[in-house]
Nanobody
Framework: VQLQASGGGLVQAGGSLRLSCAAS????????MGWFRQAPGKEREFTAG????????YYADSVKDRFTISRDHDKNTVYLEMNMLKPGDTAVYYC????????????????WGQGTLVTVSS
């Protein structure tokens, strides 16, 4: 499985961005897709996850009600819509794929895309 993330950039606080993650290869092996982020000097943290079978979603408390994860089954693409962005959301965002359900730790994900940088200015 190969994952290609895109959509990062510079945005002002309060603004919005949409990240995309296109999957290719043996995508039938994926059960869950997720987004993680890593800010400078910090560990990679879970942000949002989606169960591909039925689009059941779950979020970290820090982004709940601001971020929305979704998937386009036909395009093998997962999105992260980020609204009301804050400077604290500045990080490199990574999409990841897992063969397990309820995957919220980095160790649960076996496939990773390259990161895309999101910078939120105050």
């Amino acid at each position: 499985v190969q994952l290609q993330a895109s959509g990062g950039g510079l945005v002002q606080a309060g603004g919005s961005l949409r990240l995309s993650c296109a999957a290719s290869g043996r995508t039938f092996s994926l059960y869950t897709m997720g987004w993680f982020r890593q800010a400078p000097g910090k560990e990679r943290e879970f942000t949002a996850g989606i169960r591909l079978r039925d689009a059941w979603r779950y979020y970290a408390d820090s982004v709940k009600d601001r971020f929305t994860i979704s998937r386009d089954h036909d395009k093998n693409t997962v999105y992260l819509e980020m609204n009301m962005l804050k400077p604290g959301d500045t990080a490199v965002y990574y999409c990841a794929g897992s063969g397990t359900a309820w995957a919220t730790t980095a160790a649960s994900y076996g496939y990773w895309g390259q990161g895309t940088l999101v910078t939120v200015s105050s």
